[in-house]
């Protein structure tokens, strides 16, 4: 089927249909994404938001982590309640799960997701899925969970707002690296063109989240670079966030949403990675890649996992030992694709 000008396949149209299925009228519904949410977990969340307030149902952002400040501009009045997160999802009817399938990345509210009796899923990750059974539209070739809501809207028919639109914009820019990533698809510059149609100011958005950046952020990110190793040859370039920096820079994990990218911009460089330790005393990796380098399959060995050339892992252990133990993998993974391609 076709509307909004977007073809959608049928078996999303039928996802759609089972996920809308378990959403009728007057149901309490809450809507959750993974730790640290980022701008295609909280824009599809807001826009779902709204198109389920619309209908008559009750729904309520309940996330593990505080929604980060650069996002706060599309959450409307009274919606979110992460702060009681818990309690929310136990008093629901039906959980929604945005923007990823795993219990792992729900920090805390795991353990309430994994007792709620309806577990739905819109996500676009590659994993294994370990949430309780549901419905489920899922599609790793998307390029954003944001596009699979306006799939949902679009099958079912459901009008989309100007603020629900501007929500999955949001998701779609910031899941695509403003249309620059390899996940930008003809697809989603159809959608992203029918979002505009709706009434979204792309202007305004840009200069909402990316050009309003507090300036411990440009702080941060001036150290966090200064702590740049490029091993050219094998095409490997990594930094390493130092000990304390979020918290003399005032700054959250958000704000160093990107730094990754420039490791990454260098030349010759295939993968690049970011090194931080985590409040709960893991460390987090993020890996990034360019051509046949798949991090994906790389992160998935360290307990981790996300997209091909975009995946995260959180590791036990000193950032020195993770460093050891991933730079070593890393360079032999490289070392291997080198070869195959001799
Ligand atoms: P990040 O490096 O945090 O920006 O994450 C990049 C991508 O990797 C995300 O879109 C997630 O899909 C995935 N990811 C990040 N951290 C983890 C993790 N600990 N476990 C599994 N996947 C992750
Ligand atoms: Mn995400
Ligand atoms: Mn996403």
Redo the contacts with the bound molecule.
Sequence with gaps: MTTNGVPIPPERVRAAEAVAAVLGPGRRVALTTHVNA?G??VGSEVALWHLLTERGLRATIANPTPIPERFHFLLPDGADHSARASREIEGADVVVVL?ISDLSRLGDLARAIRQSHTVACID??VSGGSLPSGPRLVAPEAA??AELVFDFASALEWPLSPEAARALYV?ILT?TGAFRFANTSPRVLRVAGALLECGVDPESIYETVYASAPEGRVRLMTEVLETLVVERERGLAWVTVPPDALQRHGATADDLDGIVEYPRSIAGVRLALLFRQLANGKVKVSFRSLGDVDVADLAYRFGGGGHRKAAGASLEGSIADVQGKVLSAAREYLASLAGARC
């Design positions: 980022d295609d977990g923007d676009h990750h954003a969970t998701g899941d």
